[in-house]
């Protein structure tokens, strides 16, 4: 079936460090791919989407290209601030949203 | 702006008192959802309305049920709530189903405590 695969956190780092948060899937046909923010006490936002291999979707320095290849739709920014500290989703579109586990982002002043 | 409302943002019952949670769109959206949530973990499903089709997942105890009256609301009752209940409670929609039509739009959450 479907699944989605996150790195597992808490992931701990600096200021003005640089981020990945790994996201794998599984799945048939050629899903969307989504990732989404949750910030402390409040709904999840779409962050970013890619809807076919070698898209790249982008939005608020953060970055993630459809790898079809190695099935990855990994997360990353150059430049992380203490307001990126949330809870990052990755997930995939086929006929319903299949949800990764999420990865807690914790950023040091 | 377009947005989905949800009301309360906190809720409080006592076990076994029935409670129902509200969400509104004004997206004009096909699809609603409602999802439960505890302590930052993914969101589960519970059921969701392609308009007026009502979809239970297999999973959904039968203490929660849901309404949609019209395109704009749609309501999550529990019936008798468990200690277990007490979660965050997310409403979101879509436009359609499927592929990049899944992109759901989230509201805040009602955050509800059983008691």
């Known amino acids: 079936g479907n699944s989605v695969t996150q790195m597992e956190g808490p992931v701990t780092l600096s200021e003005e460090a640089f981020l990945t948060i790994n996201c794998t899937y599984t799945?048939?046909?050629?899903?969307?791919l989504f990732w989404y923010v949750q910030y402390p006490g409040e709904g999840l936002q779409l962050l970013l989407k890619?809807?076919?291999a070698d898209d790249k979707g982008s939005n608020k320095g953060f970055e993630a290209t459809y790898r079809k290849e190695t099935t990855s739709f990994h997360l990353e920014k150059g430049s992380v601030q203490v307001s990126d500290s949330a809870v990052y989703f990755c997930?995939?579109?086929?006929?319903?949203?299949?949800w990764g586990a999420g990865t807690k982002l914790i950023i040091k002043p | 702006d377009a947005m989905v409302i949800q009301n309360p943002r906190y809720q409080v019952t006592q076990f076994g008192k029935p409670v129902t949670l509200s969400c509104s769109q004004t997206?004009?959206?096909?699809?609603m959802y409602w999802y439960q949530q505890k302590s930052s973990q993914a969101p589960k499903l519970l059921f969701h309305?392609?308009?007026?089709?009502?979809?239970n997942e297999a999973d959904t105890p039968d203490n929660f049920q849901s309404r949609r009256p019209n395109t704009s609301f749609c309501f999550l009752d529990i019936r008798s709530p468990g200690l277990g209940d007490t979660a965050m409670y997310l409403c979101?929609?879509?436009?359609?189903?499927?592929?990049?039509?899944?992109?759901?739009?989230f509201g805040p959450g009602t955050r509800l405590t059983v008691l």
């Open positions: 890619a809807t076919k």
């Open positions: 309305y392609y308009d007026k089709d009502f979809n």
């Open positions: 997206l004009n959206h096909n699809v």
């Open positions: 997930a995939l579109s086929t006929h319903q949203l299949i």
């Open positions: 979101a929609t879509s436009r359609d189903m499927g592929g990049e039509f899944n992109e759901q739009f």
């Open positions: 799945a048939t046909g050629y899903p969307s």
